[in-house]
């Protein structure tokens, strides 16, 4: 079962590792990124910030698409961090059963608009999301879980 998908530029760090898994009760967390699973040194880094009794997987996006369609994550209380606005939007509009995600930092970029404190995205972006909201998806930002949930649709 998808607990949550979170778009974190800096994918597995403390806030995610810690605060977010144990708030949404995960026991598995999937890092979907093209570029971390031929990058040992990335991986390596994120192996360290995994919590203890966690399970860490990580894939390609497409990989991880295959994985969610079949049925081999089920079994798990699943956490999926992605890089960016993107990878969320290919993930959710492949697996329906994502019903939820969380910004939580994007990369600030002179060519992006500032839409919260650590969410900045350009206009594609911004189209992305909202098609994801259009589709019912409840897309929401929030640094850490107790942080005031603010709903993207309130923000564009």
């Known amino acids: ?10 994918l597995l760090h403390g806030q995610v590792a810690f605060s977010w898994t144990q708030d949404i009760g995960a026991d598995c967390i999937l890092i979907a990124n093209d570029g971390v699973p031929n990058d040992e040194i990335r991986k390596t ?22 994985a969610l369609k079949s049925g081999v ?12 606005i993107e990878d969320a939007y290919k993930l959710a509009t492949a697996y329906p059963d994502i019903k939820q995600i969380n910004l939580g930092g994007t990369k600030a970029d002179e060519k992006k608009e500032q839409l919260s404190k650590a969410i900045y995205a350009d206009l594609r972006e911004q189209e ?5 909201v259009s589709r019912g998806i409840e897309v929401e ?4 879980p107790s942080d005031k949930k603010l709903q993207l649709r309130d923000v564009l």
């Open 1 to 10: 079962m998808i607990l949550l998908t979170r778009v974190d530029h800096r």
């Open 45 to 66: 880094t994120i192996k360290l910030a995994k919590p203890q009794g966690v399970k860490l997987v990580i894939k390609t996006i497409e990989d991880s698409m295959v």
């Open 73 to 84: 994550t089920d079994k798990y209380r699943l956490f999926i961090v992605v890089e960016s």
């Open 128 to 132: 992305l999301l909202d098609e994801l």
């Open 141 to 144: 930002i929030r640094q850490v």
